[in-house]
């Protein structure tokens, strides 16, 4: 069941702007235990919510690596989201309506100040292990740099330290295709409907691989129209609409585009030397979206981590499907530093300066 905070007091947002208050919507799973040391934060990725154990079976869930008999386990809905936190259609107390496209800019390091702030309301001070995959692993990222002794382990798949100018160009894309309907932003019941569906279409060629649509889409037979891999294109993008609010994508690609750690922290590589957490950082091998040589940037620079690359047919989506896999890594990096106590695990982090990985075409940030 999803479960609201009201926070009702100013957020200023980096942008200088400022939202009145707050509404966090977030679920729990498991029981806080008695040394509250068993907490794992989860952050969600773009179109995600935060019912974590629906949209990552296998990883999360009774008998998975992340079990909820063993973990207190915390997803908030980021702000600009459709699943109840603050966002472009929470009423602006200026005009009575929806902010809609009048809504602020929200960055990468607005949402984690706001994950930090909630936190401090659940009364959640450290967290054993914070995790998240794509824009998720970006939130992540810029929070662990914020607080890093709030975290004992940190552990993110497919994502980076700054969102790069293909990632940029992509979200662009599907934005020039929502402002092409020009109904994005309107009152109508499918306001924004077309514009939605043509920009799920762009990205599914981000999310997916060349062997994903050839293995799944290729005709069984001759034909000349009406082929699957144009069917599945409209049936993700009807899919996506029926689900999700137009201008909430178009605000979240908008604020992932502004992701970059090292934004007034004298660059990337400077920032990711904040985080003490030893980090398990996971990398597919066909991503498209967020490259291995990403991947190859946090390992070199988080002082004590560890690189992974797990192998997958399903390109930057991997990081939701390839859940066994996932949790294969996960639990041996949880068995590993489990046999470390945290305050002897942070003295070890100042000390260490962590594995380097070398990654054919990888350059230094």
């Not at 009807?238 to 909430?248: A, I, S, T």
Request: aromatic letters at 10%; proline letters at 4%.
């Amino acid at each position: 069941m999803t479960r609201y905070l009201y926070i009702n007091h100013p957020f200023e947002l980096e942008s200088g702007n400022t939202l009145p208050s707050l509404t966090a919507a977030y679920h729990t799973f498991g029981t806080l235990n008695a040394a509250r040391d068993n907490v794992i934060w989860i952050c969600h990725a773009l179109t995600a919510n935060s019912h974590c154990e629906d949209w990552w079976p296998g990883l999360i869930g009774k008998g998975c690596t992340i079990d909820p008999e063993r973990y207190y386990i915390v997803c908030v809905n980021m702000l600009g989201s459709s699943y109840g936190s603050t966002s472009p259609q929470s009423i602006d107390a200026r005009t009575g309506k929806p902010y809609g496209l009048d809504f602020p800019l929200l960055t990468t390091k607005d949402n984690a100040r706001f994950f930090s702030l909630v936190a401090d309301y659940l009364g959640i001070r450290g967290i054993r292990l914070l995790m998240g995959g794509s824009m998720g692993g970006q939130h992540a990222l810029e929070w662990a740099c914020t607080e890093p002794e709030r975290f004992d382990l940190l552990c993110v798949l497919a994502t980076n330290a700054r969102h790069s100018a293909w990632g940029i160009a992509f979200n662009e894309s599907q934005r020039m295709a929502l402002r092409a309907d020009p109904t994005l932003g309107g009152e109508g019941p499918e306001a924004g409907k077309a514009g939605l569906e043509a920009a799920r279409a762009v990205a599914m060629l981000s999310y997916r691989h060349y062997r994903t649509y050839v293995g799944t889409q290729t005709e069984p037979e001759e034909k000349y129209d009406d082929y699957r891999a144009s069917s599945y294109q409209r049936y993700q993008g009807y899919k996506l609409w029926k689900r999700f609010d137009p201008v909430c994508y178009y605000a979240l690609s908008r604020g992932m585009d502004s992701h970059d750690v090292g934004r007034g922290r004298g660059g990337v590589a400077s920032a990711l030397r904040r985080i003490t957490a030893p980090a398990l950082v996971i990398s597919i091998d066909t991503d498209l979206l967020f490259p291995i040589e990403e991947q190859a940037v946090l390992s070199r620079h988080i002082p004590n981590s560890r690189l992974e690359v797990m192998h997958s047919d399903y390109g930057h989506d991997g990081f939701l499907t390839e859940a066994v896999k996932i949790g294969e890594f996960l639990a041996d990096f949880l068995n590993e530093e489990l046999r470390i106590d945290a305050t002897t695990k942070r003295a070890f982090t100042d000390a260490l300066t962590g594995r380097k990985f070398a990654v054919p075409g990888s350059e230094e940030v």
